[in-house]
């Protein structure tokens, strides 16, 4: 890392931390990826093990949980759908899950709410139309920036967990939402941001920020919060709510640091066990070791919950 200004004792032991992953890890190959479809449901494909095993205990979610008293509990795992499930109204009729990973978001929902008709949207060739779903819950296999597959104001209610961060086309995203969603239906979004421009980081900032987010195979680089909110604005939503829920995601963080921690550090368990493990579901580890120091503090990274409502009727509610 060169042209850096490292400034305080969280900087200095992220660069402890990185010199310790450059010994395991060649952190050129992250910025590799191509932002296309296949690498990214490879890489989940290659990761499901360790996202069901060690992140989620078996509980398919394939994201951070949020926790209000800085102790993680697994259920936990589902706070992200019991807030969609708080914004549904009895005017709620058909909701529209995007990059759904296992579908545990939709799965929670969809037996509390037996007459609302659930889609669960995510890419090919990651064996998501074998997931087991309730009735009322439909699997289209798929890309997020090309809803042509649903009709205009088909959908009452669209939500995305820890998804959108993978696109380079975010105002695409936006764009096909706002088209699916019916006028006065909302939009919820809960993701990893970046609270300022890649133009006002730091060298140091921009390449930790890189490795992070590339160890999860996540490549765009602009994750700006203020971005998201402009590109929902030119896409027709209005009532755009921004929570910073960063301090709820720290037990998650901890939790993941320290399976982490004994990676990094116990050589030998490592180079056993890296015979036996996926590479690019391995490489995960490096966010895990770094995440908890990027997260503390808000000048790196933030989780945010967004909600905007698509612009139309008044009063038609969600
Ligand atoms: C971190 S996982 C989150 C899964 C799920 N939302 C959850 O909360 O458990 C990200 C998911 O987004 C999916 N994804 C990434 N890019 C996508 C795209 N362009 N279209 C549809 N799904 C996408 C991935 O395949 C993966 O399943």
Redesign the pocket.
């Known amino acids: 890392m060169t042209d850096s200004v490292i400034n305080s004792s969280r900087d200095r032991e992220i660069c402890r931390r990185l010199e310790q992953i450059r010994v395991c890890y060649e952190l050129g190959d992250l910025q590799k990826n191509a932002e296309d479809?296949e690498a990214?449901?490879s890489y989940?494909r290659a990761s499901d093990f360790y996202y069901n095993a060690v992140h989620s205990r078996g509980g398919?979610?394939?994201?951070m949980g949020l926790s209000k008293d800085g102790l993680f509990r697994h259920e936990d795992l589902f706070a992200?759908a019991e807030f969609v499930a708080e914004q549904m109204t009895p005017e709620t009729r058909s909701v529209l899950?995007?990059?759904?990973?296992?579908a545990?978001?939709t799965k929670y929902l969809a037996p509390r709410f037996s007459d609302v008709s659930f889609t669960a949207?995510?890419?090919p060739d990651?064996n998501f139309l074998r997931t087991r779903v309730p009735d009322n819950v439909r699997l289209v296999e798929?890309?997020?920036?090309d809803l042509s597959c649903f009709a205009a104001s088909s959908f009452d209610l669209v939500f995305?967990?820890?998804?959108i961060c993978?696109?380079d086309r975010k105002g695409t995203v936006y764009r096909e939402v706002a088209r699916v969603l019916r006028p006065g239906g909302r939009l919820i979004v809960f993701d990893v941001f970046e609270p300022k421009p890649i133009s006002e980081m730091s060298v140091f900032e921009r390449d930790v920020d890189a490795v992070v987010l590339g160890s999860m195979c996540v490549t765009e680089r602009n994750q700006w919060i203020g971005d998201t909110v402009l590109f929902l604005e030119k896409s027709g939503f209005s009532g755009i709510a921004v929570s910073d829920l960063t301090d709820q995601i720290q037990p998650s963080l901890k939790r993941l640091e320290r399976y982490a921690e004994q990676w990094f550090t116990h050589g030998k368990a490592r180079r056993l066990f890296r015979k036996l493990i996926n590479e690019k579901a391995s490489r995960t580890s490096i966010a895990g070791w770094l995440m908890p120091l990027c997260f503390d503090g808000i000048d790196l990274l933030q989780y945010n919950r967004v909600v905007a409502v698509k612009d139309g009727l008044a009063g038609t509610g969600s």
């Open positions: 479809p990214i449901a989940y398919h979610a394939i994201h992200q899950e995007l990059g759904a990973g296992k545990a978001n949207l995510d890419l990651r798929g890309d997020y920036h995305a967990v820890e998804t993978h696109s």
